[in-house]
């Protein structure tokens, strides 16, 4: 009895060399400027975009995403990227500040309507004009300048930093912008004063004075 063999012990050598020079030939680095140099490179670079989005999501702070809920204040966040690390965090307390603006907006605009439809809406149209463009002053001249920084949070991102911040405002200061601009209009400071709404907002921003003092 004999086995068979097709291939001699010399030729079996000569085709393990042959599978070990394929194999490395495949994993060789493509020459540079070549469509398969260019579609590595870009491969790496949607790898490297893929696992610096997970990172995002997986090191995102919990008040990013859920902000703060306080009786007495409007939060807001903002987050921004930088290779400087401070810029960083100027960028996302700007980003923040933005966020903020925005919300105190929408804060007053409702508590405007609020006081119109108390006062009658529908029924005295000088109120109602009257509402309309001082709620348009108070959107273009809301201050922020009252906040401040209640979180922050940096992570390293490749060769940038990301920062995430969290800002506070008080509510009272809020009110009293709103209050302010009412004043100046006599239409609105005669015909709203009268209304529930009014008043007990500035009962709050009197409460909010004497809490500061004490």
Do not use: H
């Not at 060789?28 to 490179?41: K, L, R």
């Not at 702070?61 to 204040?73: F, G, M, Q, R, V």
């Not at 930088?82 to 965090?89: G, H, N, R, T, V």
């Not at 490749?158 to 209009?185: E, F, H, T």
């Amino acid at each position: 009895m004999f086995k068979l063999n097709f291939l001699t012990r010399p030729g079996r050598m000569a085709a393990a060399l042959l599978l070990t020079a394929g194999f490395l030939a495949g994993c060789a680095t493509p020459e540079p400027g070549s469509p398969e140099a260019v579609y590595q490179g870009q491969q790496k670079k949607e790898e490297a975009r893929i696992e610096a989005t997970k990172q995002t999501i997986e090191q995102l702070p919990d008040w990013y995403t859920n902000l703060p809920k306080d009786a007495n204040s409007v939060y807001a966040a903002g987050t921004a990227t930088s290779p400087d690390l401070q810029l960083a965090i100027d960028k996302g307390t700007l980003n923040a500040k933005r966020a903020l603006a925005d919300r105190i907006n929408g804060l007053l605009s409702s508590k405007m309507k609020e006081f119109v439809s108390e006062a009658g809406q529908g029924e005295d149209t000088e109120v109602v004009t009257e509402a309309e463009r001082a709620t348009t002053n108070l959107i273009t001249e809301v201050n922020v300048s009252g906040y401040s920084q209640a979180n922050a949070k940096v992570l390293s991102q490749g060769n940038k930093y990301r920062a995430y911040v969290l800002l506070r405002y008080p509510i009272g200061k809020a009110n009293r912008i709103l209050i302010d601009q009412v004043k100046k209009n006599r239409v609105l400071d005669g015909k709203l004063r009268a209304t529930k709404a009014f008043k007990d907002l500035e009962d709050e921003i009197k409460r909010a004075r004497k809490n500061k003092k004490e």
